[in-house]
């Protein structure tokens, strides 16, 4: 609707998983090197967590694109699965194999086998599961035994998890602890977190899409990242907001009362109205780390489940 009076050529601000829109802050790049390595050297487990809209389904969408083509990739999106038999066959179709009239043990010996003769064809198969945290403690484990399948020449199969920080909680399960001793790499994806980001991201993201980076002009970013606490999503729906009263209003330009009516307009979304010039969401003088969100300077050489643990003391 906007598109045509702002001279973009497509909306810079869905909310889809494009990789073409992928904005690689120090977060993100950081994220997309550790799970390229990961698929590089082969680890068994490698686990990508983050808090809703951080951007995560849209990095593995970026990796999957620029996968070897000797890696036999399925991607399971469904995890809302009862029973591991259901996971199972959401796995089987992941990677187009049969799963009708099957229980499960012949599930997990068709897996097997397909595994086995990918392994002998030169083709490492990478399972990837995202919205990993919805799978609970029993089909976690599950997977864990289906990772048993290992030969001399190391794991057939590696798993990469991505889910919401609810999957840390899940991790520090003393019936997991096999499970967490086998990640090899972890990262948590934070939000953007300064000013400066914020408005990097909202430049590119105009840009890509064919527009002036300078629509919105200097004095919103603040605001924006204020309002959204640097959530790339939360970005992404303030800003298509602001586009679409900008256009109703006949703007050429987004102005900061244009940003802050949508605030005001969309408190369920944002909270109350931002004071500039106070980071945080709801105008509070917080930063997004002080309200709960992992700072990217975790402590280094523990596990895991250590730093599952230590996010649940500093939360509290």
């Known amino acids: 609707?906007?598109?045509?009076?702002?001279?973009?050529?497509?909306?810079?601000?869905?909310?889809?998983?494009?990789?073409?829109?992928?904005?690689?802050?120090?977060?993100?790049?950081?994220?997309?090197?550790?799970?390229?390595?990961?698929?590089?050297?082969?680890?068994?487990?490698?686990?990508?967590?983050?808090?809703?809209?951080?951007?995560?389904?849209?990095?593995?969408?970026?990796?999957?694109?620029?996968?070897?083509?000797?890696?036999?990739?399925?991607?399971?999106?469904?995890?809302?699965?009862?029973?591991?038999?259901?996971?199972l066959q959401w796995i089987l179709l992941a990677f187009e194999l049969e799963y009708r009239g099957k229980g499960k043990v012949e599930m997990y010996d068709e897996f097997v086998q397909f595994l086995i003769a990918r392994h002998r064809a030169g083709r490492p198969v990478t399972l990837i599961i995202d919205e990993a945290q919805n799978l609970g403690i029993t089909n976690l484990e599950q997977l864990r035994m289906l990772s048993n399948v290992n030969t001399e020449k190391g794991q057939i199969l590696q798993t990469i998890l991505v889910g919401q920080p609810e999957l840390w909680e899940l991790?520090?399960?003393?019936?997991?602890?096999?499970?967490?001793?086998?990640?090899?790499?972890?990262?948590?994806?934070?939000?953007?977190?300064?000013?400066?980001?914020?408005?990097?991201?909202?430049?590119?993201?105009?840009?890509?899409?064919?527009?002036?980076?300078?629509?919105?002009?200097?004095?919103?970013?603040?605001?924006?990242?204020t309002a959204t606490g640097g959530v790339p999503r939360l970005i992404n729906l303030l800003c298509d907001t602001a586009l679409v009263y900008g256009y109703g209003e006949g703007e050429p330009e987004i102005r900061l009362d244009t940003v802050l009516k949508v605030v005001n307009d969309k408190q369920g979304a944002f909270g109350p109205a931002p004071n500039e010039g106070s980071p945080g969401r709801g105008g509070t003088t917080q930063s997004a780390s002080a309200q709960g969100h992992p700072t990217a300077a975790r402590p280094r050489g523990v596990s895991t489940v250590e730093r599952a643990a230590q996010r649940k003391r500093d939360d509290r």
């Open 1 to 87: 609707m906007y598109e045509p009076f702002y001279n973009l050529t497509r909306p810079p601000f869905a909310n889809i998983p494009d990789p073409e829109f992928l904005f690689l802050s120090p977060q993100h790049r950081q994220a997309l090197s550790i799970l390229q390595y990961a698929l590089i050297a082969r680890a068994g487990f490698c686990v990508i967590t983050g808090d809703i809209g951080a951007g995560k389904t849209t990095l593995v969408r970026r990796v999957l694109q620029t996968l070897n083509q000797q890696v036999h990739v399925g991607l399971v999106t469904n995890t809302q699965c009862e029973t591991f038999e259901e996971l």
């Open 171 to 225: 991790l520090r399960d003393p019936k997991l602890q096999q499970f967490a001793q086998r990640i090899s790499y972890e990262y948590f994806l934070t939000p953007l977190d300064s000013c400066d980001l914020v408005r990097e991201y909202v430049r590119y993201r105009i840009g890509n899409a064919g527009g002036d980076p300078g629509i919105f002009e200097e004095a919103t970013y603040r605001a924006i990242w």
